[in-house]
């Protein structure tokens, strides 16, 4: 669908929503989260981490000093909603008023979920390149089933994008939260209610993550480098935000929501295989996304992930061969929206390669 501007010249028709949220990026913008916790309106925070990152909760938490209202260390991946249901009594207990979110998708997810049912003011400080502190997507795992929502409720208030926080992040955990981040922006640019803004924000969060990866493989410590995948997760999390989900996303809550695979290394192996399964049905789409790669997106994006070390089958997770079929049974119950056709089969012949680390097919 286009409209006509004049002078023979025309445009698609679209709709683009706006996420509203604060967006503090750059070195040494942690020093800034007293600032904006107090310009929020919050008096008294509840810290949240991972039992891993715990140490650095109790850092900002004594940097913060009385706007502190308590640290709680027991985000998990997938959100289960146990560790909710104690993350919200906790809130309620020490009466806090926002929560601040440090680490990666997993405590971010905790915050949004306390959020979800309180209203709770968001400050997410990601330590990561997985880009949820910019979406209002929300997904949770309770009895084994892993479930997302979609609400403006859930979206983080303030974001402080501060690179120096990256650089201690594991090189193995750096590339699969960058792939993770970049599938965030193949999917969006072939979306359903995808538009110009969001597809040219997902080339370029997608170059800008190509481009630093390696370099982070090769000098960890390198700021440049790191200031660069962040911006490129930022970017590649906005345009997520904005439009809706499909095949490879369904697939990813699949695998980690009922055979508990780790998030972001399940999204790094699966984004050739969803790319190559997708690449002829949306190649018009995809077509500035698959020129960074060679112009195969799915068979670059494979070889890619391969040289800098990414994890390539689901075997490597843990993935036992026979849930292939069972994951492909629950894959297309009730699918998100795909630009090409989902049929059982040919899902089941996907995992089937990606747990055994074959290149893609078209």
């Known amino acids: 669908m286009v409209q006509n501007l004049g002078n023979g010249i025309e445009a698609p028709a679209f709709v683009y ?23 929020a ?75 979800y049912r309180t209203d709770a003011i968001q400050f997410a400080v990601p330590t990561t390149y997985a880009g949820s502190e910019v979406t209002p997507i929300l997904g949770q795992t309770e009895q084994g089933k892993k479930t997302t929502l979609r609400s403006n ?32 922006a193949i999917e969006a640019i072939y979306a359903q209610d995808r538009n110009p ?17 390696p370099q982070i493989v090769r000098v960890p410590y390198d700021r440049t480098a790191r200031g660069l995948a962040l911006y490129g997760s930022w970017l590649c999390g906005t345009v997520l935000g904005t439009v809706g989900m499909s095949l490879h996303h369904k697939l990813c809550h699949t695998l980690g929501g009922s055979f508990d695979l780790p998030h972001s290394e399940t999204h790094a192996i699966l984004i050739p295989h969803t790319a190559a399964y997708n690449e002829l049905a949306a190649s018009d789409q995809l077509a500035p996304i698959a020129n960074l790669f060679g112009g195969r997106l799915g068979a670059g994006l494979w ?13 490597e997770l843990g993935l036992e061969e026979a849930d292939i079929e069972r994951a492909a049974d629950v894959a297309v119950q009730n699918p998100y929206w795909n630009p090409r056709e989902i049929d059982r089969n040919s899902i089941a012949g996907l995992l089937r390669r990606a747990w055994a680390g074959q290149a893609p097919q078209s």
Request: hydrophobic content about 45%.
């Open 17 to 39: 929503n706006v996420n509203p949220a604060r967006i503090v990026f750059g070195a040494g913008t942690l020093a800034s989260l007293a600032r904006e916790v107090s310009a």
């Open 41 to 115: 309106g919050c008096r008294r925070v509840l810290i949240l981490s991972t039992p891993f990152q715990k140490p650095d909760a109790e850092r900002l938490a004594s940097d913060l000093g009385e706007l502190t209202a308590g640290v709680f260390s027991e985000a998990a991946m997938h959100t289960p909603t146990p560790v909710t249901n104690a993350a919200v009594a906790k809130y309620s207990s020490c009466q806090a008023d926002g929560v601040v979110s440090l680490g990666g998708g997993s405590t971010i997810g905790l915050g949004k979920a306390i959020a």
């Open 153 to 184: 409720i859930v979206l983080p208030e303030v974001v402080i994008y501060d690179p120096d926080l990256t650089l201690g992040l594991p090189v193995a955990m750096s590339v699969t939260s960058g792939l993770n981040a970049m599938a965030h």
């Open 197 to 213: 803004i969001s597809s040219l924000m997902a080339v370029e969060g997608v170059r800008s993550l190509r481009d630093a990866l």
């Open 303 to 315: 070889e890619f992930a391969k040289s800098i070390g990414s994890p390539v089958s689901l075997k």
